[in-house]
């Protein structure tokens, strides 16, 4: 493998200036950035500026990455592809989330937390309990740097047609009781078809208030384009949305609906009313779609009135899904991808348990969304082909776009 001479005389002037450990961690970040721009290069049969026959794919670019070695943090820079993706060989995906833990569990034992709790989840590590109360503080300042830098970057880069909202539940100490704290998170489906994490905050999730917040951080930091927002009926968040996301429409997720209509029904009855309920989304076209929902609205009569009743409230917003194309009605009439993500934070801090403070479970549940953010990125298939996302009128602006902006600031 050979290194770029330019390059090679650039780490030599660092060298020359730096310490030992500077040395060595220049060194090894350069060895490793080599070793990654060659496996790319035999991945797509072409190097940098380089056009061959056998060339596969372009490069587009690069994304930053720190790679936690005994050398130091190594900053490296993972090459992107105008199509498919690639991930070096040499890293692991997950390094990040597994520090975060780390620093979760050292912070825990510091703060008093069950030290024979503590003590099985270092040995589950294979860590050390002796680590210091500086080394915590470094890791766990590190992590907060990275993760406050992920949730504040701009998201003005594209539009993002669709959102998602949704909250999971995890318990942390608050002014010395143990409280339940929502872990709130918004991600988006891009105009290209791609899926990001645009949001996470930590917090009261019924609670309208936070709700606005939330959503006008998002604003803040550049969302636009928003068509459409899938969730639940979380007191409080419909009117965020139309407060803060105007000209948005909104979709209450099919399944926390159905989960809502079938706690209203005896045993007996359950399977048949879910049953009908279901037919409603099995339709060919929009048309068929609200005509199926008033069908099944009558069936119930007197013995359901409830189902009844609570099908005609939520008519528009259970079929929103229904005026955007067919093609994407699968992915956006419920918030189950997002409710996937959630899965994955709630196996890594049901590992804690209980967290000393909100801050320690913002650093665990951002510093899980942070990985699945870039594995999103670099994965070869979209959660929506760019085919289809063309699909969507994008002549006309939402309202939103022009929205005063004394909504980000009231």
């Avoid at 000393?356 to 670099?378: I, M, Y």
Wanted: with cysteine; glycine share 6%.
């Amino acid at each position: 493998m050979a290194l770029d001479q330019s390059a090679l005389l650039e780490v030599l002037e660092v060298l020359k200036g730096g310490d030992v450990e500077e040395r060595i961690r220049q060194a090894a970040t350069t060895i490793y950035q080599a070793l990654i721009e060659a496996e790319l290069t035999a991945v797509i049969g072409a190097g940098p500026h380089e056009r061959t026959a056998d060339r596969v794919a372009q490069r587009n670019g690069h994304r930053s990455k720190t790679l936690t070695t005994t050398a130091g943090d190594l900053e490296l820079r993972i090459p992107m592809l105008r199509t498919g993706s690639f991930f070096p060989s040499l890293l692991e995906r997950r390094r990040r989330v597994d520090q975060s833990l780390f620093a979760v569990i050292m912070e825990a034992y510091l703060y008093g937390t069950s030290t024979r709790k503590v003590d099985d989840l270092v040995k589950a590590l294979g860590a050390d309990i002796g680590i210091s109360k500086s080394e915590v503080s470094r890791i766990c300042a590190e992590l907060d740097v990275e993760v406050a830098a992920f949730r504040d970057r701009s998201l003005a880069e594209q539009p993002f047609r669709y959102v998602f909202l949704d909250a999971t539940y995890c318990k942390a100490r608050v002014d010395h009781r143990v409280v339940s704290q929502a872990v709130v998170v918004a991600t988006g489906v891009a105009a290209d078809g791609r899926r990001e994490v645009l949001g996470f905050d930590v917090g009261d999730s019924e609670d309208g208030a936070f709700w606005t917040a939330f959503l006008r951080s998002l604003k803040t930091r550049g969302l636009r384009g928003v068509q459409l927002v899938i969730s639940d009926a979380h007191a409080g968040l419909k009117a965020a949305i139309e407060a803060v996301l105007l000209g948005a429409a909104w979709q209450r997720c099919r399944v926390h609906f159905l989960r809502n209509v079938l706690a209203q029904v005896p045993k007996g009855h359950a399977d048949m009313v879910a049953a009908a309920i279901r037919t409603i989304f099995a339709q060919p076209d929009p048309v068929h779609v609200r005509e199926q929902l008033d069908v099944i609205a009558t069936m119930p009569g007197r013995q359901l009135p409830k189902v009844e009743a609570m099908l005609r409230a939520a008519a528009d917003d259970v079929t929103a899904f229904a005026d955007f194309p067919v093609a994407h009605w699968k992915k956006i009439w419920s918030t189950n991808p997002l409710e996937r993500v959630n899965k994955e934070i709630k196996r890594r801090t049901d590992v804690v348990g209980v967290f000393p403070n909100p801050a320690a479970l913002l650093r665990l549940a951002g510093s899980v969304l942070v990985e699945t953010h870039d594995e999103w990125q670099v994965s070869e298939r979209r959660y929506l082909s760019e085919g289809s996302m063309a699909l969507l009128d994008t002549t006309t602006q939402p309202a939103e776009e022009v929205a005063p902006t004394e909504l980000l600031t009231a």
